[in-house]
């Protein structure tokens, strides 16, 4: 697996007023117009690099800040290609078998919010670490947002050329990446809970679960949804990987599939999506055997119904206070 450390500029409308509602009926605040990637290979070495200028479509006349901050002009983007075009050379180019690394957690949601208005297949796009929030962890830093000139600062690198180029950028943040325990920092990104048998509780409809995990630590659904170890099923049984027959969603903020193990049959697979403390989202997982599964619902009173918010803490909090 290789990593790519992504870093993007974007135009931004010159008031609220003045911008572009997405499919998802949020408005459009930043607009792609320049990709930059340096791909770091295992050993963290600097493999190679990508930049592609992008011409925005929405909002062609450049924020005077963006002008500032990029030294870009609105002459270098008009001759540049589109989205749609530098996005297909930029997943060419990012191949296969490969993680995402960026400084703060915007950039990835912003790629996806471009690809989505665009109309675009975002499917490659798969999971992504705040490269930050690792420099914190293992620098022991505090506070949240800091500044890549400050991260830079911090670890005594020296950058010639000047931040807020998209590849200048990229190149920069990898070389904060390769001071850092990469691996480690994904592994420690995202927390997982597990419920030993004997705690394992019903659903709403009264059916009992045989597994229940929990993982948190995105800072996104969407990242959330994009980590692989958010989908991955194990059998309550053995332990072994489950072969999903694909996720459907099921209510707002939920997806339920059948899963199966070749010795142990088939698991009816649940997962909810979460946004729970700090903005930190959280994925709960509960899993079913097929026979418990397909018994029929069982009517619950109506009053606990209700208390949605209490459900978690197993016969605490039944009144109307809410729980932390
Ligand atoms: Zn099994």
Same mark, same amino acid.
């Given at each position: 697996?290789?990593? @790519? ?37 295992? /050993?963290?070495? @600097?493999? #190679? ?10 909002? %062609?006349?450049?924020?005077? &800040? ?40 915007? #950039?990835?949601?912003?790629?996806? /919010? ?30 949240g947002q800091k500044s890549l000139t400050a991260a830079l600062e911090q670890l005594q690198i020296q950058i010639d050329t000047p931040l807020h180029d998209a590849l200048n950028d990229a190149f920069a943040t990898a070389r904060i990446a390769q001071r850092l325990d990469i691996p480690r920092g994904i592994r420690e990104?995202?927390?997982?809970? /597990? ?25 996104? %659904? ?21 072969? #999903? ?68 803490? &197993? ?6 206070? &809410?729980?932390?």
């Amino acid at each position: 697996m290789h990593y @790519i450390v992504l870093d993007l500029e974007w135009n931004q409308p010159f008031s609220k007023e003045r911008a572009v509602r997405l499919p998802s009926g949020r408005l459009l605040m930043s607009e792609v117009i320049q990709i930059g990637a340096v791909r770091l290979d295992e /050993e963290r070495r @600097i493999a #190679d690099h990508f930049l592609s200028a992008v011409a925005p479509r929405y909002y %062609r006349e450049l924020h005077y &800040k963006v002008k500032q901050l990029t030294g870009l002009s609105g002459k270098q983007l008009n001759g540049a290609p589109g989205l749609a075009e530098a996005a297909e050379a930029f997943r060419e180019w990012c191949g296969e078998d490969f993680v995402f690394l960026s400084w703060s957690n915007m #950039d990835l949601p912003i790629l996806l /919010e471009n690809l989505e208005l665009h109309g675009l297949d975002s499917g490659w796009v798969g999971a992504w670490y705040d490269l930050q929030q690792i420099f914190n962890v293992q620098t022991n830093s505090t506070g949240g947002q800091k500044s890549l000139t400050a991260a830079l600062e911090q670890l005594q690198i020296q950058i010639d050329t000047p931040l807020h180029d998209a590849l200048n950028d990229a190149f920069a943040t990898a070389r904060i990446a390769q001071r850092l325990d990469i691996p480690r920092g994904i592994r420690e990104y995202y927390q997982r809970g /597990e419920l030993p048998k004997g705690q394992l509780h019903k659903d709403a409809q009264g059916r009992q679960m045989c597994a229940y995990a929990t993982l948190t630590g995105m800072a996104t %659904r969407e990242q959330l949804w994009r980590e692989p170890r958010t989908r991955a099923l194990f059998c309550p049984e053995c332990g072994q990987g489950l072969r #999903d027959e694909g996720w459907t969603p099921a209510g707002e903020d939920g997806y339920t599939t059948w899963a199966s193990c070749a010795e142990h049959g088939r698991f009816l697979c649940k997962l909810r999506l979460k946004n729970l403390k700090r903005s930190k989202w959280t994925a709960a997982l509960s899993v079913y055997t097929q026979e418990e599964a397909e018994k029929p619902a069982l009517l619950l009173p109506p009053k606990r119904r209700r208390s949605r918010g209490g459900r978690r803490g &197993k016969g605490t909090a039944r009144g109307g206070a &809410k729980q932390k």
